[in-house]
DNA sequence: AAAGCCACTTACTAAGTAGTAAGTATTTCC
DNA sequence: GGAAATACTTACTACTTAGTAAGTGGCTTT
């Protein structure tokens, strides 16, 4: 109804994601959020009590997001192909922002962690694994893709190849990561 | 001759890599190396004035090893599949230490660093890339090994794998880190 | 209209951060 | 034996960090 004002939880959220990808988690601190959004850091505090808690929140946004996704992806009428398509652009697109995948960001910081975000974290990297391996699975069944590892053994390795993928842009450039997706696809194809 | 002293720039050096694969550059402070060897944090300013200066040092030392490694594995005798397993099995050492690749360790806090660090990445990664392309052209040329993509591209997604494999490993366990080493054999096998 | 909640701000603290200047003990060189 | 270099320690500073307690203004509920 109403022009819904700026919610300030959504933007520190926003915020708080864009910087671990871009920066790292350790690299941040709540006053980088604070200036951006031209508020107090106690109002980042009230939202989220501990750094902890921000970096859980993100987790479960991301863990919502790729939900989303999921179903998204079920819908008749979309190839096995153009399912790996949607991943691969996903990493594609943090590539092209010089950012990298916040799973691969938040494990170099692994074990500076409490147990409540490694469970989180655990939960996040099953779910997108397990989404990867059906689309695997179900086009292997129906002929529209081919590989030698099982669909559980091919998904870990192509979310390494991405993961890993995008963090080596940083570095080496975007040619070599583009070399790796194409590499992918022609790995999985008839 | 006579017997030497703990070589205190040698155990900064040694310490300052385990801290970075274990909890990540910005996760450790001077006052972690200075309490573990029993110094002053001054003493540790001494051998590196800043941050930056012991991540150079880290990142210098790791090329000299390869280079070593570089040397040692053009001895005669050894296969290129040999060769390829020396590779997989620095990372398989990292993983049972439940550390993770330096490279990929440094790479979340990419943004935050000097450009003449940036620069001494680069060389490092060129560097194993190379090395693991030349085995692995050499392994094509003479028939041992077997593979469609060019040699770059396939160290490219052999690196990727073997990165970002240890990183999953401290998530999800070395299973999956196993299953992906077991892959690379045997997607390079004839 | 009073009471209470929400989303902050003000104002602060304790601890940790990198970094430095000056001093000291020990060895090395001439 | 004196000078200089080496490898530190002592003692400190300026700054940033996460975090908190108490207050405020606006909106909602009763």
Redesign the pocket.
């Known amino acids: 109804m109403?022009v819904r004002?700026?919610?300030?939880?959504e933007e520190i959220l926003r915020l708080g994601t864009e910087l671990i990808q871009v920066y790292g988690y350790n690299a941040?601190?709540?006053?980088?959020i604070?200036k951006e959004l031209?508020?107090?850091?106690?109002?980042?505090?009230?939202?989220?009590?501990?750094?902890?808690?921000?970096l859980a929140g993100i987790i479960d946004q991301y863990i919502q997001r790729y939900k989303e996704l999921g179903e998204k992806i079920n819908a008749p009428g979309i190839t096995a192909k153009q399912k790996l398509d949607v991943f691969i652009s996903r990493y594609t697109d943090l590539c092209e922002q010089n950012k990298i995948c916040i799973i691969g960001s938040v494990c170099s910081d692994y074990n500076t962690m409490p147990e409540s975000v490694k469970a989180k974290l655990g939960e996040l990297i099953e779910m997108v694994l397990g989404m990867v391996e059906k689309v695997l699975q179900q086009g292997k069944k129906n002929g529209e893709l081919d590989f030698p590892e099982t669909a559980r053994v091919k998904s870990l390795l192509i979310m390494t190849n991405l993961a890993a993928g995008v963090q080596l842009a940083r570095i080496t450039g975007k040619k070599d990561y583009m070399a790796i997706c194409k590499s992918i696809i022609d790995q999985v194809s008839t």
């Open positions: 109403t004002p700026t919610d300030t939880k941040f601190s709540y006053a980088d604070s031209d508020i107090k850091n106690a109002a980042v505090h009230y939202h989220f009590p501990g750094k902890e808690d921000l």
